[in-house]
């Protein structure tokens, strides 16, 4: 295979590394890793499917599925699916010490919306938030959160901690005190 062909297959398996808000900024500048049982490349289709336990890793994102699949289109936007029981991913969040984690059975990337969507018992984990749904979409332009219908109930359950307060600035003058 061409060594141009195998770098678009990396660009756009670099897509599905679309993680949640405040994520770190220099993953994105780090080269993607694979490693699977099995892949098929289609040069005509512009389309590759890695198969069996497969892992991609980009700086510290981390996703693990039993199926991969990405593509490119004529415009040159690209897309992926990701399939498993469930596929799970783990980023670094930006400037912290902390990991946003996310579960779906299957997460859909669409590069030209910038959007990723998890589909089917889906939760993402911020810190100690923690929000699930039977679909969970996220636009990375407007860092904007969608979620809908959870388990037989068809309802959202969302669990956000209270953030430590700052303390008050002082009203007290100075010059008042002896």
Same mark, same amino acid.
């Given at each position: 295979m061409?060594?141009?062909?195998?770098?678009v297959?990396?660009?756009?398996l670099?897509?599905l590394?679309?993680?949640?808000a405040?994520?770190?900024?220099?993953d994105?500048?780090r080269p993607?890793?694979i490693?699977?049982?099995?892949v098929r490349?289609d040069?005509i /289709?512009?389309?590759?499917v890695?198969e069996? $336990?497969?892992m *991609?890793s %980009?700086?510290?994102?981390? =996703?693990?599925a039993?199926? +991969?699949?990405?593509?490119?289109?004529?415009k040159g936007?690209?897309g992926g699916?990701?399939?498993?029981?469930?596929?799970?991913?783990?980023?670094k969040?930006?400037?912290?010490?902390d990991?946003?984690?996310?579960?779906?059975d299957?997460?859909?990337?669409d590069?030209? /919306?910038?959007?990723?969507?998890m589909?089917g $018992?889906?939760? *993402?984990? %911020?810190?100690?938030?923690? =929000?699930?749904g039977?679909? +969970?979409?996220?636009?990375?332009?407007?860092?904007?959160?969608?979620a809908?219908?959870?388990?037989?109930?068809?309802?959202v359950?969302?669990i956000i901690?209270?953030?430590a307060?700052?303390a008050?600035?002082?009203?007290?003058?100075?010059?008042?005190?002896?």
């Amino acid at each position: 295979m061409k060594s141009v062909t195998r770098f678009v297959w990396l660009t756009m398996l670099s897509a599905l590394a679309a993680a949640p808000a405040h994520a770190e900024k220099a993953d994105k500048d780090r080269p993607v890793q694979i490693e699977a049982d099995s892949v098929r490349f289609d040069d005509i /289709k512009k389309l590759a499917v890695y198969e069996g $336990n497969v892992m *991609l890793s %980009q700086g510290s994102f981390l =996703l693990l599925a039993d199926r +991969i699949e990405v593509w490119q289109d004529d415009k040159g936007f690209s897309g992926g699916h990701a399939s498993g029981k469930p596929v799970r991913f783990r980023q670094k969040l930006e400037g912290k010490n902390d990991f946003a984690e996310g579960y779906a059975d299957r997460i859909e990337h669409d590069a030209e /919306k910038e959007t990723m969507r998890m589909v089917g $018992n889906a939760r *993402l984990k %911020q810190v100690d938030d923690d =929000l699930r749904g039977n679909l +969970i979409v996220y636009n990375t332009l407007t860092e904007v959160y969608e979620a809908s219908g959870a388990g037989g109930t068809g309802r959202v359950r969302a669990i956000i901690q209270p953030r430590a307060a700052k303390a008050p600035a002082s009203t007290e003058n100075k010059a008042d005190k002896p």
